[in-house]
C-alpha cells in the first residue's frame, strides 16, 4: 500500500474504534432497539450499519446484533438480516486484512498474543482452517478474519468456511432475541441448549485435533 492510503485507513480505523469506545454505552439491546426506526426497510440498513461497524471493533458483541435482529424482524427475516450482516462482518476486516499482507500479520500477532497458537493451527486447507478457527471461537472474530485476509486465504474458501462455522449463531441469537421476555420459554430454553451444545462440540472438536496433531 502506498504510504497516503496506510495513513488514511489508519485515520479511518482509529475514528471508527474511538467512536465504539465513546459510544461503547449506547450499544447494548436497548439502546439500540430505542433507536431502531419503524420502517422495516431503514431497520434494515441500520442493522447492516451496525454489522460493518463491529466488523472493525472488538467493542460490540455480534451475538449481541444477531439477538437484537430477533427482536426488530419476524424470525426468516431476521435470519436473512443475520446472514447478509455476518457476510459484512467477515468481508470488511478480510479486506483490510488482504490489504496490509505481511505487515498485518506482524501486528496482529505482536498486539494479540493468542493469534501466534493459530500457526499450530494450519492445515493446507483454506476451507477446514476457516471453519475450524471460526468454530473454537478463541480469537476475536474481527481479529481473526484480518490475519486470515492477510496470510492471503482465498476470499471464496474463507467466506464459506466463516458462514458455516458461524451458521447456528445466525439462527440460535434470534430466536433468543424473540423470547428475550420470557426466558422460560421452551424456544429460548432449546436455543441456549443448542449454543451450549456447539460450545462443547467446539471445545472437543479442538481437543482431539490438538491430541492428533500433538501425535503427528
Known sequence: MKKWQKTGLLIVWCIII???????????????????????????FMMMGLFAVKSVSVVIYSGLLFAVSGMIFPMKFAIAVNFCGAAIMVTLPWLIGKKGGGTMVSSIMKKYPKTEKLK?????????????LRVIGKIPSDVLSLYLGAIGIDYKVYFAGSMLGLLPH?????????????????EF???????????????????????KRKRK
Open 18 to 44: 474511538a467512536g465504539c469506545f465513546y459510544f461503547r454505552k449506547e450499544l447494548t439491546t436497548e439502546q439500540i432497539l430505542n433507536h431502531t426506526p419503524g420502517n422495516l426497510l431503514a431497520a434494515f
Open 170 to 186: 445466525l439462527f440460535t441469537f434470534p430466536i433468543m432475541g424473540m423470547n428475550i421476555q420470557n426466558i422460560h420459554s421452551t
Open 189 to 211: 430454553r432449546i436455543s441456549v441448549g443448542i449454543e451450549a451444545i456447539y460450545m462443547a462440540c467446539s471445545a472437543g472438536f479442538y481437543w482431539i485435533y490438538s491430541k
Open 120 to 132: 499450530e493451527i494450519c492445515t493446507g486447507n483454506g476451507f477446514i482452517l476457516t471453519f475450524l
